[in-house]
């Protein structure tokens, strides 16, 4: 079964500052997907960006990028120029077709910006 | 888009008791998934709908069981209610393909008592 950790319960950053948030996931398979979501205290999970395995560029969404070591199994989030409202529990998500389409989930890492 | 939508937003029931939850997915999608999101950890995978059948399922007990119909909305039922059933009910909403991510609702907070 793929297992995905988040070994960063809490993390803080200066608005305006950079932040990177952590994830590493195991599985044996070569064909996957991996996802960040952001979730606000509205409680939905918006989706903040994703990369494909097979691609070895990084994906970008704005002020939002990852840095996928496809061999290391990582997969970091890096924010830059942090705004108030990115404040929220983001999670990491894997998804392969072995796991019949489901996102397996780490547990979180809640992030705070302070002004 | 519509997006997704899910009703009620809170729900308080009593042990032993009953609950169907209701989801409307963003229209056009396809494949429909329930994720269980207890107090302070990642959502958990209940089990997942494509074109009104089940093809993928976690590790949840019978009691949890669920429809999907052809007008894309789609309903999760909980029997036999539990203390531990508490918990954030997320439905999402997909293509269905690999490489997309779910769209997914603001959740309801079931309360078991």
């Known amino acids: 079964a793929q297992t995905v950790t988040q070994s960063q319960p809490e993390m803080s950053v200066q608005e305006a500052e950079t932040v990177t948030l952590s994830c590493t996931y195991d599985?044996?398979?070569?064909?996957?997907?991996l996802f960040w979501y952001k979730q606000p205290p509205s409680r939905q999970m918006i989706l903040v960006i994703r990369?494909?395995?097979?691609?070895?560029q990084n994906a970008t969404e704005n002020r939002f990028s990852v840095n996928f070591q496809k061999a290391a199994k990582s997969f970091s989030l890096k924010i830059s120029d942090s705004q108030l409202g990115d404040a929220a529990m983001y999670f990491c998500a894997y998804r392969s077709l072995n796991s019949g389409y489901a996102l397996n989930f780490g547990k979180g890492t809640s992030l705070l910006v302070t002004p | 888009e519509t997006g997704v939508t899910q009703s009620p937003t809170h729900l308080i029931k009593t042990r032993g008791q009953q609950v169907t939850l209701r989801c409307s997915s963003q229209?056009?999608?396809?494949?429909v998934s329930w994720y269980q999101q207890a107090l302070g950890q990642g959502p958990q995978f209940i089990f997942q709908y494509y074109r009104e059948e089940e093809n993928g399922r976690g590790n949840f007990p019978p009691r949890f069981s669920g429809l999907q119909f052809p007008n894309y909305s789609s309903e999760l039922n909980v029997n036999a209610l539990e203390l531990d059933d508490s918990a954030l009910y997320l439905c999402a909403s997909s293509l269905g393909s690999l490489r997309y991510g779910y769209t997914f609702g603001s959740g309801t907070r079931l309360t078991v008592v």
């Open positions: 599985t044996s398979e070569s064909d996957y997907y």
């Open positions: 229209s056009g999608h396809n494949t």
């Open positions: 990369q494909e395995a097979y691609k070895q």
